[in-house]
């Protein structure tokens, strides 16, 4: 059953619920105050009539004889009147009682309600009757009874009446409320309906553009429409994200297979050169497997590179711990050394000699520092030099590599750490274009920054900034 269903039932059970109570408290009151009515009058008559009778004794009878008004006198057309002895004997009643009598129940018994009149209410069929006798006590006897009768008929002619107009008014208002009740809901469950529906089409289409309107108050439905919005808001932001994410993929395996592919094609065409003339020819032979061998080294960089970034790809956080970067500095400082004939290599004097303690993984951060200054010796001529120095600043440690080769535009700038990305893929033969994303990956894990400035001709700095721990 749906809501709207609900709701209108509900909603019509408790007017329902509500009249029927409302109804049948009024009808009570009303039966209520009308035979009160009918009773004062009655017991007033029975008070009127009771002062003009009076008992005698007629000697030698032992019976006590009532001498009883005429009492046509009190009738009225609608009121009785009848005066019985103790056995139950008419002595006396009204003209308007034609041939009938007022029903007589039981006398009292006991002695203390003998003087008090008392109300009974007699059904004749055609109509009900209501009645009240009043004992007639002489001498601590009681010697008849006086009865006023006065017909309901009219009292149960209006209950009757209210009844119909009740059960009439009752059943026009709940209907009425029914419908009210029906149009009410519909107008409240509209706003779902429209949300529903959008979803459902959003969900069709696969659209997540769209987005509910909604023009009203801030209430409930307001919220819900928000609520919706923002949510499809980040569905979007989480889809896209997504979409990114594999196109990335995409290009990364695209380039990847490309990069891999070359290194391969020229060891292939060497050894088919060795198998040609490898023998006759000594020179080619020697050139063709030096080729070989520098082929398959960069191969194996660039496999390593690639597990690393795929490595980086998975989303696993690298391990850290409290590491001393001025020994870790030290290290790389050592393996630097060799890396180049043609490039000095100069680090600072007192790189090493204060402690500086950061939170890091030391073979990362390691590999970081060898990419950048490996970095500055290939785009350096030879005779120029690459410098390593730290600096502190707000909390941080900085790490600047800094060389006085060849520079990057400043429109390339911004491109460097992607994947792949070489500036000028002509000018130097080695180098993968993954070293950077690498980098950058490394810093990232180490809630740090990587900056760079870059004059071309000139040379490059870059900086890796570190959070920078004061132990006590
Ligand atoms: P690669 O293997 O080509 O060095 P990287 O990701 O390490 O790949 O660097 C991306 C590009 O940024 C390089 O191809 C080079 O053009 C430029 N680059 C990186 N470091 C320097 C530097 N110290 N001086 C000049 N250019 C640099």
Redesign the pocket.
């Known amino acids: 059953m749906s809501i709207r269903w609900r709701l209108t039932l509900w909603y019509s059970l408790m007017v329902g619920l509500t009249l029927l109570l409302f109804g049948v408290g009024l009808y009570f009151y009303m039966e209520h105050e009308l035979t009160s009515e009918i009773d004062l009058s009655i017991s007033a008559k029975a008070e009127e009539v009771l002062k003009t009778i009076t008992v005698v004794d007629r000697y030698p009878l032992p019976i006590e004889q009532v001498q009883l008004p005429d009492v046509n006198v009190f009738a009225t057309p609608n009121t009785y009147l009848q005066v019985v002895d103790r056995n139950g004997r008419i002595l006396a009643r009204s003209n308007n009682l034609g041939r009938q009598a007022l029903p007589k129940s039981g006398y009292p018994d006991d002695g203390a309600s003998l003087a008090q009149g008392y109300f009974e209410t007699a059904d004749t069929g055609e109509q009900r009757l209501r009645i009240y006798n009043q004992p007639l006590i002489w001498r601590g006897q009681m010697v008849g009874l006086l009865q006023v009768g006065r017909s309901m008929q009219p009292a149960d002619l209006a209950l009757n009446r209210l009844r119909l107009v009740l059960a009439f008014m009752g059943t026009v208002t709940v209907g009425l409320a029914a419908t009210l009740g029906w149009v009410l809901a519909r107008a409240v469950l509209k706003p779902i309906d429209r949300i529903t529906n959008t979803a459902a089409a959003i969900q069709e289409a696969e659209d997540l553009e769209r987005k509910l309107l909604y023009e009203g108050p801030d209430d409930e439905i307001g919220r819900l429409t928000r609520t919706f919005n923002a949510m499809l808001e980040r569905l979007k932001g989480a889809y896209l994200r997504l979409a990114e994410a594999h196109d990335a993929q995409r290009r990364f395996v695209a380039d990847a297979s490309h990069e891999l592919r070359t290194p391969l094609t020229t060891i292939r065409g060497n050894v088919e050169l060795l198998q040609k003339m490898g023998d006759t020819q000594p020179e080619v032979r020697k050139e063709a497997l030096a080729d070989i061998a520098s082929e398959s080294e960069r191969m194996s960089r660039l496999i390593h590179e690639l597990l690393a970034l795929a490595r980086a790809d998975t989303g696993q956080n690298l391990e850290r711990r409290l590491t001393p970067l001025h020994e870790l500095l030290g290290e790389v400082i050592r393996s630097a050394r060799h890396l180049s004939d043609q490039v000095r290599f100069e680090p600072d004097e007192d790189l090493t000699s204060e402690p500086i303690w950061v939170m890091g993984s030391h073979d990362y951060l390691k590999q970081l520092f060898l990419?950048?200054i490996e970095?500055?010796m290939?785009?350096?001529p030879s005779g120029g030099e690459v410098r390593l120095s730290v600096q502190h600043r707000e909390g941080q440690v900085g790490v600047s590599v800094i060389?006085t080769?060849?520079?990057?535009p400043a429109e390339?700038l911004p491109h460097?750490?992607e994947r792949f990305?070489?500036?000028?893929q002509a000018?130097f033969g080695?180098?993968?274009?993954?070293?950077?994303?690498i980098?950058q990956w490394i810093v990232e894990q180490h809630d740090g920054k990587i900056e760079v400035e870059?004059v071309p001709g000139e040379g490059?700095r870059?900086t890796v900034w570190l959070r920078e721990l004061t132990l006590g």
């Open positions: 990419i950048l970095n500055g290939k785009y350096t060389d080769g060849i520079g990057i390339e460097i750490f990305y070489r500036v000028d000018r080695e180098g993968s274009g993954l070293g950077l994303s980098a870059s490059s870059f």
